[in-house]
């Protein structure tokens, strides 16, 4: 009995030595194979009996509490359009594997160790606003340190849906959302929480790329608890990305040239209104416009639920130009072709040379009065001598041929003993009184349409200096009022 238990012992030892023997023996190859076998071994150690597919908890009832972090690196693209946002962001997310845990005594001190992600149980944590996949690159590795604690670092192209508010273009200010929560596992499995503080959060921008069109202001964060059908709750955390648009660009290549067009639309009115040329001008601002607006139109934003401001700002202008344009062509209707028009209205008189000069210290009527009196006046000298000279002409002709003639028909009458004519008039000079008569009544009428032809140009004047004064205001108040609009959005 003792001999066969003797035996027994002897065998156990034999086959312990053999697997003692066969473990160095596969040591050594490792020691050949790879730079560490210490690494070697504490992967074996870990992925030794792992469930990957098992939420890493001793206690159910535990919850895996995942802290996650994010740093925006990069904007690359708004399509305002599509409301998408496309980022460039730096993920970071850990937690505690309770599986994952080793002395480092055991293993020459070593307290980290990299593993491959396929290997270890990874929460479900997606972006709820994701509309596409982005180009991002294959992080295959996770850190895990000797306290089971797993860090998860990998770069993302996110790719998001954006609900972008551009009536402020171009000094705009988005916020995108990025909502980070589990897709499946409910807050008793899986609970969120923040890596940082969130006012480190806030104010982090050391990896961010500030040479683009888009400028970071902060990171907002905000920790929330929701259930879908008040049964099972779900922990979410949600970063708002708050980007602010830089306009320098916009206002050198939209702006800046539209207020040129307009200010020389506004000097245009200094052309004299009874010139043609106004005319011509200020159809060339508005052709030049329309292409302008042509040009443009491809950089302003387009959405089916709103227009830009600034939108509506090159309609006001297209409008003001075409305002402008008309007030021009009545203007020059009023100071050309004055023959056809009727005398100047009493009320029109009233109103406009009588009250609006002295309201608008309207100081130009009273030169064009003047200047128009006075040639009035040379004209009625030059008329009034003209006619004189021409009366006392026909006059003294008249009276020589009187006496001439009647001389003439005495002598014959006295030879044939006739007696004298009643008629001292001869047809001659008849016709000569009747077409000096003519052309003093002539005269008379195209003195009478001067004077109405001088009232509707005095109308023209003013009513041109009143309107353009009105159009100059309106311009200053719409310019102003823009101008205070975009100056508050871009310091705010």
């Given amino acids: 009995?003792?001999?066969?238990?003797?035996w027994t012992a002897l065998a156990f030892l034999l086959l312990h030595g053999a697997a003692r023997a066969c473990t160095a023996?596969?040591?050594?190859g490792s020691t050949g194979r790879f730079a560490n076998a210490t690494l070697v071994r504490l992967s074996d150690f870990l992925s030794g009996g792992y469930k990957k597919g098992v939420r890493p908890v001793k206690d159910w009832r535990t919850s895996t509490i995942v802290a996650i972090d994010l740093m925006v690196y990069s904007i690359l693209s708004v399509d305002e359009k599509n409301q998408v946002l496309t980022t460039y962001v730096w993920y970071r997310q850990s937690w505690t594997d309770e599986f994952l845990?080793?002395?480092?005594?055991?293993?020459?001190?070593v307290k980290q160790v990299s593993i491959p992600t396929a290997n270890v149980w990874v929460p479900d944590i997606l972006i709820n606003e994701f509309v596409d996949v982005g180009k991002s690159p294959d992080i295959p590795y996770v850190y895990v340190t000797h306290d089971?604690?797993?860090?998860?670092?990998?770069?993302?192209?996110?790719?998001?849906?954006?609900t972008l508010n551009i009536y402020n273009f171009p000094f705009d200010v988005q916020k995108c959302s990025l909502t980070f929560q589990s897709w499946l596992h409910t807050i008793d499995d899986i609970n969120i929480t923040l890596m940082r503080s969130p006012e480190e959060l806030r104010e982090d921008k050391s990896v961010f790329m500030n040479q683009g069109e888009w400028e970071l202001l902060h990171i907002l964060s905000d920790y929330k608890i929701f259930s879908v059908d008040n049964d099972d709750y779900y922990a979410e955390m949600k970063f708002h990305v708050v980007i602010r648009r830089r306009p320098l660009f916009y206002t050198v290549n939209l702006l800046l040239p539209s207020i040129f067009l307009m200010v020389m639309d506004i000097v245009g009115f200094y052309l004299p209104p009874d010139s043609g040329e106004r005319v011509s001008f200020k159809i060339t601002l508005l052709l030049g416009y329309s292409v302008f607006l042509i040009i443009v139109s491809d950089t302003l934003p387009a959405t089916a639920i709103g227009t830009p401001l600034i939108g509506v700002y090159f309609v006001v202008c297209m409008a003001l130009l075409v305002i402008s344009l008309t007030e021009t062509v009545l203007i020059v209707r009023l100071v050309h072709k004055q023959d056809l028009q009727p005398p100047v209205p009493h009320w029109v008189k009233y109103l406009v040379l009588e009250r609006a000069p002295v309201l608008f210290c309207i100081h130009k009527k009273h030169r064009l009065c003047s200047r128009l009196s006075s040639q009035a006046s040379d004209l009625e000298h030059y008329k009034d001598t003209s006619y004189g000279t021409a009366q006392c002409s026909l006059h003294h002709t008249c009276e020589i041929g009187r006496r001439l003639s009647q001389h003439d028909r005495e002598a014959g009458l006295l030879g044939l003993h006739l007696p004298p004519s009643?008629?001292?008039s001869p047809p001659v000079m008849d016709n000569i009184l009747q077409e000096v008569t003519a052309i003093r009544h002539f005269l008379e009428k195209r003195d009478r349409c001067r004077e109405v032809a001088k009232e509707w140009l005095q109308v023209g004047y003013v009513l041109d200096v009143l309107l353009f004064r009105v159009y100059l205001v309106a311009m200053v108040a719409y310019s102003i009022t823009l101008g205070t609009l975009w100056s508050v959005w871009q310091v705010a």
């Fill in 25 to 28: 023996k596969k040591a050594g």
């Fill in 422 to 424: 009643r008629d001292s």
């Fill in 148 to 162: 089971g604690l797993v860090r998860n670092y990998k770069p993302i192209q996110v790719v998001t849906a954006c």
């Fill in 101 to 109: 845990v080793w002395n480092p005594e055991d293993f020459d001190e």
């Fill in 1 to 6: 009995m003792r001999l066969s238990a003797a």
